[in-house]
């Protein structure tokens, strides 16, 4: 979202400036500019808002673009520009100049308040929409969220290392993170799941040993307490089994390639295996609906952006997440 804010904030810094340099030479004054700039205007803002607005709500951009709703309301941006050009084509002098300063502070407000949220989301914030059911009942789908990125310590700039940071990655954290993919031919959960965002929780760090036994996980020879829901409860499962060559069943998790193997089986019978250190074991509380760590493998420290910190919406979710 930073990246959005950061473009909105440049738009409207370049008209602020290219605004200062027709009024030095005076380029302004005649009807017709003055109507045309007015509604360039009113254009530019409108259309800032709707871009920044628009990503919030499809969370941070985890949905695509609704192009009918787009469109509408871009419509409706060009009749209100439209508009704002023949109301400033008939504006006098006096009018011209009250909306020149009108204007000019409603665009260094929105660049200089578009300047600073781009640096505080860049480092404290990211919005993220709940894309699946993998987290009921503690998210659920269209949850929106912010992503707290500062609380596991900054990242320096074209580096994996980190400084600054508050807390440890922990068990029980609800984390958001990169799918750990090197490319789009990566096959996992039947699709490819590059360059998308997870929300998991971290239910084993580096050195752990983890199982799953008749669909529930086990850490350190320790049922983990369920969370969330699962959708499919008391079903059958499949019969636990160690497996038959250990080394290989651990290098083909570690290199994310256990599912194309083991397939849909990993839901019940899983591991066990040891969680590298400097990597985490995420898991969805609705572990029976969760394309998670059991298929996938385990997610590295540089991949994970932060922690579920607080639902913006819908309002009568608003709540910190625990």
């Not at 040993?209 to 699962?230: D, I, M, T, Y």
């Not at 066990?272 to 394309?291: H, K, L, Q």
Request: proline fraction near 5%.
């Amino acid at each position: 979202m930073e990246q959005h804010l950061f473009i909105a904030a440049c738009v409207m810094y370049g008209f602020t400036l290219i605004t200062r340099f027709l009024l030095k030479r005076k380029k302004l004054s005649p009807p017709l500019n003055f109507g045309i700039w007015n509604a360039v205007f009113l254009f530019l803002i409108l259309s800032c808002a709707l871009y920044v607005v628009s990503f919030v709500m499809r969370g941070g951009g985890s949905e695509p673009i609704n192009w009918t709703k787009t469109i509408i309301l871009q419509v409706v941006i060009l009749s209100i520009s439209i508009w704002g050009f023949f109301s400033g084509k008939k504006a006098n002098d006096e009018k011209q100049n009250k909306l020149i300063n009108s204007n000019l502070d409603w665009s260094n407000t929105i660049y200089f308040a578009g300047f600073v949220a781009s640096i505080v989301m860049f480092l404290f914030l990211q919005a993220f929409k709940i894309p699946s059911a993998s987290m009921r009942y503690t998210l659920v789908e269209g949850d929106h969220l912010f992503v707290n990125k500062a609380v596991y310590g900054f990242r320096v700039p074209f580096t994996n290392k980190f400084f600054g940071q508050f807390s440890d990655i922990k068990k029980g954290d609800i984390i958001i993170f990169r799918f750990p993919a090197e490319d789009r031919s990566q096959i996992n959960c039947g699709e490819s799941q590059y360059g998308r965002d997870f929300v998991k929780r971290v239910i084993a760090v580096g050195g752990d040993k983890v199982e799953v036994k008749n669909g529930r996980p086990w850490v350190n020879g320790e049922e983990v307490p369920l969370q969330g829901h699962e959708v499919y409860g008391d079903v059958p499962r499949v019969p636990f089994q160690e497996p038959a060559d250990s080394a290989l069943y651990q290098k083909l998790w570690q290199e994310h390639k256990l599912d194309n193997f083991a397939g849909g089986i990993l839901r019940d019978t899983f591991g066990p295996v040891i969680v590298p250190e400097g990597t985490y074991f995420a898991m969805g509380d609705n572990r029976d609906n969760s394309c998670d760590s059991r298929f996938w493998g385990p997610v590295p420290r540089e991949n994970i952006k932060g922690k579920a910190w607080f639902i913006y919406w819908p309002l009568n979710k608003i709540k910190f997440i625990k």
